[in-house]
């Protein structure tokens, strides 16, 4: 049985032989979950600053630099209807 904010794969990527877009940066981390409702209860479960993971949090964030984020999801999704944009 899977727990509400249960991460469902986790990939880290990185960049090789300098092809790439400059702004993009160097790795790429992917981390999948069912849906959004585990994502929120992922950052719902984070967000609580304390240990143990508040510490881990401050480890990693120390090491980080010029981070940047997307958020991403499947397209088209199940409630895509087809034929229903206007533009």
Do not use: W
């Amino acid at each position: 049985m899977e727990s509400d904010s249960e991460l469902h794969a986790c990939r880290i990527t990185r960049r090789k032989l300098g092809l790439g877009i400059e702004g993009l940066g160097e790795f790429h981390i992917q981390k999948e979950f069912n849906n959004l409702a585990q994502l929120d209860a992922a950052f719902t479960h984070v967000s609580n600053c304390q240990d143990p993971i508040e510490s881990f949090h401050r480890q990693v964030n120390s090491r980080v630099k010029n981070f940047k984020f997307l958020l991403y999801r499947d397209f088209p999704d199940k409630q895509h209807v087809a034929d229903e944009k206007k533009f």
